[in-house]
Structures are given as structure tokens and as C-alpha cells.
């Protein structure tokens, strides 16, 4: 038994390494060619047109796994099937659980794998690679990002941090403003929210509320029911800063989420993606499931028609994935079932299958 099952790991793990790398690396070339319209004019080298390949990589690997699993599951044990390996253990006192069982670590390595790459290497890899995105556009960087709050630089060499900012209302929470002179601070301006005003004003600008003015040289404080700061930059600036799900792990985008909430403002969407970082690991588990008890209950015309099956259920589950966190996105329906219901129903389905295979 011991001898089966190292023979069916080793080629388990060969064909997976081969094809989780190629089509991660295939989808990373992808998205360089999409951007190379914006990098060209811009002449850049062969070595950063590389990195920004390489960085986008551990994020289209974290998305391919559950596929890769589910194709190299349902192609290996479809040839042992085909072969009669498999009835040929059977008839031999075998029992085909038993050699399968390293399978099932394998899908929790896996799925652990994929939790702890999500939360470490994807976050920090898609930021390197929107920072270095800038500097091939030839862009200059005027807004950061970090655990919520952004810091921008202003159109006058002033400096401001926002501790909350709402796309959604063009609204911006905790605004601190440092004025430099000469590389001297001269002013600080707080203001207890700042909002985006358009209309009858030919020139869009913030409007600061509840402001106190520190004039530094002077020492003297003044305070204002509501200043006009032009100089912030449109909201746009500031969308465009804003990180995406996939460059925070679970504890920052939950901190975010609760300071929203703190503030009166409920965002449907950061909940939804808050438990997606959870369960979208764990299908790696029921992938290569699901991909073991299909070939054990037929036997494929073959590797490519395994391949192409294993590809048709991917793209199932990934769309109807998709389209339960739209739901969830939408308020249609709450986070927790909009990230959960599809990993259940294929959770269900694969440990049914998978209790069902005949010994």
C-alpha cells in the first residue's frame, strides 16, 4: 500500500507542479501584455517588465490551485482507472480509501497553503506590483495607503492624512493637513470631516467642517465652522489609492470594516470579501475530492477529456462563486452565505462522492 501511494503522490505532484506553475505564469504573462500599451511609451526595461510578471504571480497561482487540484486528480486516478489499476487493487485485498487518504492531506496542505499565501505573499506582492505599475507609467505616487488611513501629498507641498475615507460619499473623516514652507512646517490644519463639492462652483473643491488652524510661527489657533481647501485633489486620487481585498489580509480589512461601521457607514462589500479570504482556501480540499471520487466512479475517454471536465466544473464553480459575492456585494443577500453557500455545496457533493466510492 505504501508503495502505491508514494507512486501515485509522485505522480500526483509532478503533473500538479507542472501545471499550477504553467498556468500561473501563462496568466501573469497575460496581464503584462494588457498593460503593455500604458508601459511602452514609457520605455521601460526588460527588468522590471519581468518583476511586474513575477509579482503578479503568487496572486493568479492563490486563484489556479483549486483548479490545477481538481485536473491533476481527475487525470491520474482517470488513467489508473482506465488501466484497471485500481480494480486490480481491489481484487487484491486492497482498499482504495485507504491508499487515498494521503490525498486528503494533500488538500488541507493545500488549503492551508493557499489561507497563508493569501494572507502573507499575495497582499504584499500586489502592492509591490501597483507601486512598480506606477513607475513604469512614469507616475508619480501621491497618495499611500496604510491600515485604513491615507496619506497624500498635496498640490503645494503639503501633506495630509485621512483617517477614513468613504468612496461611496466622496467623504473623508479625520483629515489632518501639514502646510511646508521651504521644507518647514508653517501651518497644521485639522477638520473633523472634509466633503467633495461640485455643484455652482466652476472650480470642484473640499469643504472642510469644524476646523481648528495652528499657525506655527505665530502660536496662534483660530477655529472655523467651514474652510475651502482646493488642494487636496479630486476624489478620484483617492479612490485610486484605496487598496483592493486581495493587498489586505483579514485583520487589517476587519479593522477597516469595523471603523466604518464606528462612523455610521456600512460597506456591503468588505464584509463579503472579510469571509471570502476565509472559505475560498478550503475548495482546494474539496477540488481534489471531488476530482478522486469522479474517476473512481467512471472511467474518461481519456487525459484530455479528464482535463477538459476538470476545466468545464472550474469554470462552473468560479462563475457561480462570482456570482454569490455579486450577490453579496449588493446587500441582495448577507456576506456570510454569499461566501459560503457555493464552497458548502461543493464541500457536500465532494465528501458525498467521495464516501461512495465502492472498496
Avoid at 486516478?77 to 490525498?103: D, H, M, N, W
Avoid at 462589500?269 to 478550503?282: G, R, T
Amino acid at each position: 500500500m505504501l508503495k502505491l501511494q508514494r507512486y501515485y503522490l509522485r505522480e500526483f505532484l509532478k503533473l500538479f507542479s507542472l501545471l499550477s506553475v504553467g498556468l500561473a505564469l501563462i496568466f501573469s504573462i497575460l496581464e503584462l501584455v494588457e498593460k503593455m500599451d500604458e508601459f511602452l511609451p514609457h520605455n521601460p526595461s526588460l527588468d522590471n517588465l519581468v518583476l511586474y510578471m513575477l509579482l503578479n504571480f503568487p496572486k493568479f497561482l492563490l486563484y489556479l490551485l483549486p483548479a490545477a487540484l481538481l485536473i491533476c486528480a481527475l487525470f491520474i486516478f482517470s488513467q489508473a482507472s482506465r488501466s484497471r489499476e485500481l480494480t486490480a487493487i481491489k481484487a487484491t485485498g486492497g482498499r482504495l480509501k485507504v491508499i487515498l487518504y494521503p490525498f486528503i492531506t494533500l488538500g488541507l496542505g493545500a488549503s492551508i497553503f493557499a489561507f497563508v499565501v493569501g494572507e502573507t505573499v499575495v497582499p504584499d506582492f500586489s502592492k509591490r506590483a501597483n507601486q512598480l505599475r506606477y513607475t513604469l507609467q512614469k507616475k508619480q505616487q501621491k497618495i499611500a495607503f496604510q491600515e485604513g488611513s491615507l496619506w497624500i501629498r498635496g498640490e503645494h507641498g503639503s501633506f495630509v492624512r485621512i483617517e477614513l475615507y468613504i468612496p461611496e460619499k466622496n467623504l473623508a473623516q479625520g483629515v489632518s493637513i501639514f502646510v511646508l514652507k521651504e521644507d518647514t512646517l508653517i501651518k497644521r490644519i485639522e477638520a473633523q470631516e472634509a466633503s467633495w463639492r461640485t455643484i455652482q462652483n466652476p472650480e470642484p473643491f473640499w469643504l472642510l467642517r469644524n476646523v481648528t488652524v495652528y499657525d506655527i510661527p505665530s502660536g496662534n489657533v483660530h477655529t472655523a465652522a467651514e474652510i475651502e481647501f482646493p488642494d487636496l485633489g479630486s476624489p478620484d486620487l483617492f479612490t485610486e489609492g484605496m487598496k483592493a481585498a486581495e493587498e489586505m489580509g483579514i485583520i487589517e480589512l476587519y479593522r477597516y470594516n469595523e471603523r466604518l461601521q464606528k462612523s455610521g457607514f456600512k460597506n456591503t462589500k468588505l464584509p463579503v470579501d472579510f469571509h471570502a479570504k476565509i472559505s475560498y482556501p478550503l475548495i482546494n480540499l474539496f477540488m481534489i475530492l471531488l476530482g478522486i471520487s469522479l474517476s473512481m466512479k467512471s472511467t474518461f475517454g481519456g487525459g484530455l477529456f479528464a482535463a477538459g471536465l476538470g476545466l468545464l466544473i472550474s469554470t462552473v464553480y468560479w462563475f457561480a462563486y462570482t456570482m454569490t459575492l455579486s450577490l453579496g456585494y449588493a446587500g441582495v443577500i448577507p456576506p456570510f452565505i454569499a461566501a459560503w453557500f457555493m464552497p458548502f455545496v461543493f464541500g457536500t457533493i465532494s465528501f458525498f462522492l467521495f464516501k461512495k466510492i465502492p472498496e
